[in-house]
């Protein structure tokens, strides 16, 4: 079966301009989460989609936005780009999501590394 | 509040265990997670652990967890060079996709 597909895995931009990131769960996950990494502040958690509702957001600015699609498969948008948005993108998919009975077992994609420049 | 702590390096002798140590602080934690990530790799889930247990096993892999010092390690037996990744441990919050990452372990097994 399919795992989490996340594209573009690798992309450049510049200070000001926007990107668009893409996830395509596993098969039957309807919970997608969005984390992003970097050297300095490790992993953190940015939203969570369920049934096309964000359910969870992190302590992000407004300038990163995502949404969820009928399929399931999400994306998420990051504008006015900065130098401090530079990291590795890795999405999530899980079965049931927030409120979901056993543990939140997450399915990770590759990621997707922006670079800004 | 939410942090997860963890140290940065570990480096064994192939065969060797490897225990990587994990300390957490929101009591309402209710699953315990070791995710493995190799270079330009996502994340992979090792294993988990309920909150109310207080050790679980999975072939190579050990979990500990005390809950009252609120302290989470893992154990890997007979470590092997393919076990050289950055190991996270995580909890989440009231069962939710929410996940608060430590800061990493770097494993390195050498020869």
Not at chain 1, 36 to 46: C, D, K, R, V
């Amino acid at each position: 079966k399919a795992g989490v597909t996340q594209t573009p895995r690798y992309l450049i931009k510049t200070r000001g301009q926007q990107v668009t990131l893409s996830c395509s769960p596993i098969s039957g996950h309807r919970s997608v989460s969005w984390y992003q990494q970097t050297p300095g502040q490790g992993l953190q958690f940015l939203f969570e989609y369920f049934s096309e509702t964000q359910r969870n957001k992190g302590n992000f600015p407004g300038r990163f936005s995502g949404r969820q699609f009928s399929n399931s498969r999400s994306e998420m948008n990051v504008s006015t780009l900065e130098l401090g948005d530079s990291a590795l993108y890795l999405c999530a998919s899980s079965r049931t999501g927030t409120g979901g009975s056993g543990a939140n077992v997450l399915t990770f994609g590759a990621g997707s590394r922006l670079t800004v420049l | 509040g939410e942090d997860v702590e963890q140290s940065l390096f570990l480096s064994v002798r192939e065969g060797d265990s490897s225990v990587i140590n994990c300390t957490y602080t929101d009591s309402s934690s209710t699953y315990l997670y070791w995710y493995k990530q190799e270079p330009g790799a996502g994340l992979q889930l090792l294993t988990y652990i309920f909150s109310n247990m207080d050790m679980k096993q999975d072939q190579r892999l050990t979990v500990l967890l005390n809950k009252k010092d609120k302290h989470l390690s893992l154990r890997i037996a007979d470590t092997q060079t393919g076990d050289s990744a950055i190991y996270f441990c995580a909890e989440s919050i009231l069962k939710t996709d929410k996940l608060i990452f430590g800061t990493g372990t770097r494993l390195q097994v050498f020869p």
